[in-house]
């Protein structure tokens, strides 16, 4: 039997703002790879480089719930809980969106999402 790895990374909609940003810069960019374990379950990752994946923020929506702290920005590049403002203003690209992978500012993590334009 022959193994593979296999990756898989593409680029989606300008959703995401940089740390401590207001417009939304980069796409959530999702990855995933898949490797074989021998014997064990093969190792599956598919993740988005974004605190949460786009699709999580329409479920709120969907639901009418607040999102968690630490998910999103509002226009002015506050950190906010109200899903459908995000939402709306992603669609409008009015300003805002999804926070990086380790949500907001230094406390979490948020900064060490690199942006390199290159």
């Known amino acids: 039997m022959e193994e593979e790895v296999s990756l898989v990374q593409v680029d989606f909609l300008r959703d995401m703002v ?12 999702p990855i995933a790879v898949a490797a074989p374990a021998g014997r064990e379950r093969p190792f599956v990752l598919d993740m988005a480089t974004s605190a949460v994946p786009f699709g999580k923020l329409e479920m709120y929506g969907w ?11 509002d226009e002015l590049g506050i950190p906010t809980t109200d899903t459908r403002r995000v939402v709306e ?3 409008d690209q009015a300003g805002g969106g999804l926070l990086p992978l380790g949500g907001t500012g230094e406390l979490l993590g948020g900064h060490n999402v690199e942006f390199n334009p290159q």
Do not use: H, K, Q, V
């Open 18 to 29: 940089l740390t401590f940003g207001r417009d939304a810069m980069l796409g959530t960019n």
């Open 89 to 91: 203003n992603l669609r």
């Open 63 to 73: 639901l009418e719930e607040s999102i968690p702290p630490g998910w999103a920005t």
